[in-house]
């Protein structure tokens, strides 16, 4: 299996460099990763480092909680597609999920996908699946289809637990096949990998992606 075309070669420490950001985005275009996936701080210089090539430029939004509101994300969005991202990945609001206001929930999805679709660019929600009960998880995604989003993300990778495969199978399993998905949160190994895959998943995100790919 070429486990290179699925991965998001990732770093969102919060005290990475651009010195970190000009090695993931070398290091993508070497081993043609689909993209990177980096803060939206150093969109702009990605955008720049990447310009001639294949490689896409991935950012996040509302990233790691997903409790800001939806027009800060809104605006996120504009600043990091104008600054340069393909594709972005948005945390839901799992406040308003766990307050059961679901009319919010929906209309921050909705609004943050019509920002990013009017730009042509590609939307991932993160849903931080290990906080959520599968009734959650159910309604959350019922509302990805409606509305159309590129995406399903398991987690950040910040808030517990991240992809396994039963949660990549699950999501599958409530998906459309149109709607993608995306594991991410602790994907160490080049077997872990291959699992996820098996189970579902589209996109990995990877901050170990050089182990992984060359089998270490």
Same mark, same amino acid.
């Given at each position: 299996?070429? !486990?290179?075309?699925?991965?998001?070669? $990732?770093?969102?420490?919060?005290?990475?460099?651009?010195?970190?950001?000009?090695?993931?985005?070398?290091?993508?275009?070497?081993?043609?990763?689909? $993209?990177?996936? &980096?803060?939206?701080?150093?969109?702009? +210089?990605?955008?720049? /480092? !990447?310009? +001639?090539? !294949?490689?896409?430029?991935?950012?996040?939004?509302?990233?790691?909680?997903?409790?800001?509101? $939806?027009?800060?994300?809104?605006?996120?969005?504009?600043?990091? /597609?104008?600054?340069?991202?393909?594709?972005?990945?948005?945390?839901?609001?799992?406040?308003?999920?766990?307050?059961?206001?679901?009319?919010?929930?929906?209309?921050?999805?909705? @609004?943050?996908?019509?920002?990013?679709? *009017?730009?042509?660019?590609?939307?991932? &929600?993160? !849903?931080?699946?290990? *906080? *959520?009960?599968?009734?959650?998880?159910?309604?959350?995604?019922?509302?990805?289809t409606e509305i159309g989003v590129d995406y399903v993300k398991t987690s950040t990778g910040f808030n517990g637990e991240g992809a396994t495969n039963e949660t990549v199978a699950y999501l599958k399993s409530l998906l459309p096949s149109?709607?993608?998905?995306?594991? @991410?949160?602790?994907?160490? @190994?080049?077997?872990?990998?291959?699992?996820?895959?098996?189970?579902?998943?589209?996109? *990995?995100?990877?901050? @170990?992606?050089?182990?992984?790919?060359?089998?270490?």
């Amino acid at each position: 299996m070429n !486990l290179t075309k699925f991965i998001d070669h $990732t770093i969102l420490k919060p005290n990475c460099t651009k010195a970190d950001i000009e090695r993931i985005c070398e290091e993508a275009d070497l081993y043609q990763f689909p $993209t990177v996936c &980096i803060p939206p701080f150093f969109v702009k +210089d990605a955008a720049n /480092i !990447l310009e +001639d090539k !294949l490689v896409k430029v991935g950012t996040v939004i509302g990233f790691p909680m997903g409790y800001s509101t $939806t027009a800060a994300k809104v605006e996120e969005i504009k600043r990091s /597609i104008n600054d340069g991202a393909d594709e972005v990945d948005v945390v839901v609001n799992v406040c308003a999920i766990k307050s059961e206001q679901w009319n919010y929930v929906r209309n921050d999805i909705d @609004s943050a996908t019509r920002a990013v679709h *009017l730009k042509g660019k590609v939307i991932k &929600i993160i !849903l931080e699946t290990c *906080l *959520l009960t599968a009734s959650e998880i159910k309604r959350v995604c019922d509302f990805c289809t409606e509305i159309g989003v590129d995406y399903v993300k398991t987690s950040t990778g910040f808030n517990g637990e991240g992809a396994t495969n039963e949660t990549v199978a699950y999501l599958k399993s409530l998906l459309p096949s149109n709607i993608k998905i995306k594991a @991410s949160g602790g994907i160490k @190994s080049q077997n872990q990998a291959i699992e996820l895959i098996e189970a579902g998943a589209n996109r *990995l995100g990877c901050s @170990s992606s050089l182990q992984i790919v060359e089998g270490h």
